[in-house]
């Protein structure tokens, strides 16, 4: 079972996350969001840690924790699976 804990931050653009993913050993990841973004992908209907959380799952999934980047901003998650942006609703409403 993994574990993933979200706690995000406001900036003046949008969100900083701090993100554990705990398994057998526990990753720490910075996330952040930007307004836009999170509007384009969510239109308000799930808080921004929802988001990130799903995107975490979505991520999992495909790669283990240990290949996921450290810091990154959500949208770079598209360019190394082109797919997200379709599936992340199917996340979000798990």
Same mark, same amino acid.
Request: glycine share 4%; no cysteine.
């Given at each position: 079972?993994?574990?993933?804990?979200?706690?995000? +931050?406001?900036?003046? $653009? /949008?969100?900083?996350? $701090?993100?554990?993913?705990?398994?057998?050993?526990? /990753?720490?990841?910075?996330? #952040?969001? #930007?307004?836009?973004?999170?509007?384009?992908?969510?239109? /308000?209907?799930?808080? %921004?840690?929802?988001?990130?959380?799903? +995107?975490?799952?979505?991520?999992?999934?495909?790669?283990?924790?240990?290949?996921?980047? +450290?810091?990154?901003?959500?949208?770079?998650?598209?360019?190394?699976? %082109?797919?997200?942006?379709?599936?992340?609703?199917?996340?979000?409403?798990?």
């Amino acid at each position: 079972m993994t574990d993933i804990a979200v706690e995000t +931050s406001e900036t003046p $653009t /949008g969100w900083e996350a $701090t993100v554990s993913v705990a398994e057998e050993t526990t /990753g720490q990841f910075t996330v #952040n969001l #930007n307004r836009q973004y999170y509007e384009e992908i969510t239109a /308000g209907d799930y808080t %921004p840690e929802k988001l990130i959380e799903a +995107s975490f799952e979505f991520l999992l999934d495909r790669e283990s924790k240990e290949s996921i980047l +450290s810091r990154f901003d959500l949208p770079v998650i598209k360019r190394y699976f %082109p797919e997200y942006e379709r599936k992340i609703v199917d996340y979000l409403e798990r």
